[in-house]
């Protein structure tokens, strides 16, 4: 593991080179219908106090019963995360006081969490990858959200959230830069996302990370460690960490010395800041919830989960390299979403992978991307792909034809074949009308040819005037041999 | 300060009727009564943390008979040190039982008044509450 | 025979008197509760009931009749009961006895009184208790003390009824309600009973629902029903308990009836004499007490096995860690912010603080306090995790007494009812009145308070039998015959 920074990742101050160093608690949610303590919904967009149950409100007299759909998922995430499963756990009340934390507490699993230490391999964009370690993931409930801007003297309380499932992954401190912080979660989000436990939704708050930061000099002791709460994109991920190093480095530089604390991303600024409310929340009194019991899960039933997991994405990704012959790259790219690698490979099915990969990859996606779709909504299915590809294959279009076809097909409800068909975009292979095209080309530059006789790379200028003139249908093959066979080189 | 003093007070108390109801420190055994110690008792300092953790409101007057009892209390509580609990799994339930887990399903829900009924204040089934200042 | 008469005919019918009245016709469940409201009403110098509820017990009642009428009886059809203030009722107002929850009125109703309806019993009102629980008097009520029926002889002094279910106590003995229910967290039914001469069990933890009962300390609260006798506990109890999805530490298993164990012989069984319940300084009464319970037993053939409860002295100082602890963190939800009292405030931490400060009362606040004190970083090993580990070796002491007896029998508290205002300002005076009932709570197992005899100035008195876990079977068994041995028929003159 990176445990000293590599070269490139070190910050320089004035007194020189710093690391930083970075840990984060995910918060993923799980994607169950109720929530964990309660029989009210889970859901987005309800009116205020909609989803509430009595219990979700702290009512008096009211009791937790666990969600057994949320402890299943929790095991299905251990274990896509190579994590030790803990047949015994234990839930914990972690006590504060905050408006939309009901109880005055929340349910967590402090003690004995229900999933032990794992570890995951990340990517860079580069192709270069590193390891994560996953310290642990517990089970707890979400609390309610305040809202500030309602009114100037009050806040508003919305309990939608609060008894939510959530399942907190806490990495190891092994990231040394924004950017591999950022890689982390990205990870993190495919593999829940295939595992199918959280939606990964990170605006709406589904998944979010509160993001311990610390500066050390390179090689020394950890420093103090400040925790940015609550960051919800991956671009605010990367500007919190990169601000709050440089923060950090300015105080210990100028002599000072970093407080431990809570502290919260400004979105407009791009600034971190100490969060009062929990000035004094340090102490949480974490005690056994005397209104649960331990959670104890058979041996055989965690067994029964891990033969339900899907494909993993790093396994798919060794998989697409070794059956497909595809780049690290690539496949990198096409497992980072399970429906990706699952549309390539329906598409693939019996062509050529590598045009297919080239495809999906370099048109497709940019495509998807630039018109606000995704790979499930795509407009080209992968059989309209593929077909299109086969017609590459056979000839029957090159692949510059190809990108006009790529567009009717995005346009259009219709094959590749029906495209090429109607435009008329088939290839021209008969020699006949080839070198007919060659010959008036040749006739009507007579100086070029003569050229070209005595300087055989200049033949390429009449490759692309016959393409030219046969609307780029010609096969570009016939044409270059034609033409050598003419000028006699 | 004597963490013995409470239970004297009561001690002291006429019982107002007829029958000896013994001073409760008479149900102690020597072994039992508290010792004095250092190390488990509070101060004013402590008193007002905890306060301030518990979110109690506490008067400056209030804050030395507030010390005085609890430090009474927990002298009296320092008798489980005598206990031998090597090797002794704490005991957080007495139900020889694991947690029970219900079915994933939506069966509650769907009723803001009710769950807003009982605010000190509300406004469209938010709960308003004071100013936050995060 | 002129309405008068027949009201207190009426009123000295038992629970189990009643129900037979009424399913042979010869009383209707509206008479038994016009009688019941009429005694509620005269008795408002007990302070006894916070809230009265007499259009809705009207209103049951007639339901009741309903049903009696098409042979639909169920199991408590038609019988008058008080409700402690601990239990939430749907519509009716449940304040825990402090001002923090006054005018909180659930729209939600407790398992434990919802199967009392199920079972076609009647509410008359709600009952005083100590704030959250906690007290052992009903002095820290903010709705002020409960008066104990029972006065000393030649004396006008008022006396506790005990606590914190003391409006229960005060309301069966004073005959305003023909059943209560109670919560015991360290006491807080049997004590009552016993200062009252009524009957008090608290079954195994996991028998009766908590769900929508008010909690105090999680892993001790435990309801059960305040009787005039002990068939009327296991009827009321049969009622109450069952198990309850709502509720994680709820028990799966079944429920006997238990009224047939009322009356069943003891012959032969083995009652256990925990000698170190025989503590220094006890008064003499309660030593005699005991001494003839004993007596009683062995003559219905028990055998009687003198055992050891070596950690006994520890309960005490064990539960004032653990039941603050839980507590501490129960009564966070009372901030002020979604329901209850909220006070003023110029900042939100203000208005935390101050709504805590003025709407719980100082027991409350001192158990607060010390309960967070036990759990904050740096004291939880020494406080909490060792009183945890203090609890199994009370509850192991337990395990290995139940090998070999079958029961144990002890006095139910170390002295008879005490006057208003003398104990107050002494905590740990106060806490010693649990020091026989905290062990059931902290290993979980059944007990129940039988009323045995007066002391020397009239007062009643109480012997306890603590069973195995599930065991109320053999709970009522020996409280029945405790019962009859005693024969106590002792009533407090009625002065209110």
Known sequence: MNTTAEKSNLITGNTGEWEVVIGLEVHAQVASNAKLFSGAPVGFGAGPNENVSFIDAGMPGMLPVINKFCVEQAVRTGLGLNAQIHTRSTFDRKNYFYPDLPQGYQISQFKNPIVGEGEIEVEREDGSSFKVGIERLHLEQDAGKSIHDMDPNATYVDLNRSGVALMEIVSRPDMRSALDAAAFVKKLRTIVRYLGTCDGDMEKGNMRADVNVSVRKPGGPLGTRCEIKNVNSMSYIVKAIEYEARRQIEILEDGGQIDQETRLFNVASGETRTMRSKEDAHDYRYFPDPDLLPLELEQAWIEEIRKTLPELPDAKKARLMADYGLSAYDAGVLVTKGARADYFEAAAKGRDAKLIANWTINDLLGRLAKEGHDIDDSPISAERLAGMVALIEDGTISSKIAKEVFEHLWASENTAAEIVEKHGLKQVTDTGAIEKAVDEVMAANPDKVEQAKAKPQLAGWFVGQVMKATGGKANPKAVNDIIQKKLGV | ?134 | MDTATLATDLLDLTLADALEALKAKKISATELTEAYITAMEGGRALNAYTTETPDKAREMAKASDARLAKGEAGLLEGIPLGIKELFCTEGVETNAGSKILKGFVPPYESTVTQNLWDAGAVMLGKLNMDEFAMGSSNETSAFGPVANPWRAQGSNGTFTPGGSSGGSASAVAGLMCLGATGSDTGGSIRQPAAFTGTVGIKPTYGRCSRFGMVAFASSLDQAGPITRTVKDSALMLQAMCGHDEKDSTSLTAEVPNFAASCGKSIKGMKIGIPKEYRMDGMPAEIETLWSQGIAWLKDAGAEIVDVSLPHTKYALPCYYIIAPAEASSNLARYDGMRFGYRAEGKTLAEVYQNTRSEGFGEEVKRRVMIGTYVLSAGYYDAYYLRALKVRRRIAQDFDEVFKSVDALLTPSTPSAAFQLGERSADPISMYLNDIFTVTGNLAGLPGISVPAGLDAQGLPLGLQVLGRALDEETVFAVGSALERAAGFAAKPEKWW
Do not use: Y
């Open chain 2, 1 to 134: 300060m004597s963490v013995g003093k409470g239970q004297e007070e009561g001690a002291g108390h006429p019982s107002g009727i007829g029958i000896d109801i013994p001073p409760p420190s008479a149900f102690l055994t020597r072994s039992q009564k508290p010792k004095v110690s250092l190390t488990m008792s509070v101060d004013d300092a402590t008193i007002r943390k905890v306060a301030k953790l518990a979110h109690i409101a506490i008067k400056d007057e209030d804050v030395h008979p507030m010390t005085e009892k609890l430090n009474g209390i927990l002298g009296w509580i320092e008798q489980l040190n005598e206990v031998d609990v090597d090797g002794i799994e704490p005991m957080t339930t007495c139900i020889p039982m694991t947690q029970p887990l219900r079915e994933d399903v939506v069966t509650d829900g769907g009723k803001p008044e009710a769950v807003t009924a009982n605010a000190p204040k509300s406004d469209h089934n938010f709960f308003v509450v004071p100013k936050v200042v995060e």
